[in-house]
């Protein structure tokens, strides 16, 4: 008996987050980027950049929340490959983010801050369970 409950509980949260990972419409997406900046970047460049990209949650429908800062791991010179700031944007789902990427207000913030000032990225994105 009592390794059975264990089993039967394990079973039913299993089945409950299948059944709700499996609605897309309803998943949750974050997006990451990560920046390395050109060798002239200035402070004030990245802070202008971030602060256009933090206005884009109250423009962009489905963005959940925005987050934008300079790299400051204390593992940033073994592990951080050179980037010097991160975006991590949550979509209300994946539809809300293929909306946002062509979407005119973040390719006008692309186009005249970010894109000047870009020396490499990555980006990665995931569904939230």
């Not at 299993?14 to 309803?26: E, K, T, W, Y």
């Not at 990451?32 to 970047?41: A, C, D, E, R």
Request: charged share 15%; net charge negative.
């Amino acid at each position: 008996m009592s390794r059975i409950l264990p089993a039967c509980l394990l079973a039913v949260a299993l089945s409950c987050g299948a059944s709700v990972s499996a609605n897309a419409a309803d998943t949750q997406v974050v997006h990451l980027v990560l920046f390395k900046w050109k060798p002239n970047t200035t402070t004030d460049q990245e802070k202008e950049a971030g602060a256009k990209l933090l206005e884009l949650k109250g423009k962009i429908p489905g963005v959940i929340s925005i987050s934008f800062g300079h790299q400051n791991s204390p593992e940033a010179a073994t592990k951080g490959h050179g980037f010097d700031a991160g975006l991590t944007v949550v979509f209300a789902n994946a539809a809300a983010r293929d909306a946002y990427l062509p979407n005119a207000d973040h390719q006008a913030v692309v186009s005249a801050l970010l894109k000047p000032i870009i020396a490499d990225l990555a980006v990665m994105d995931y569904d939230l369970p």
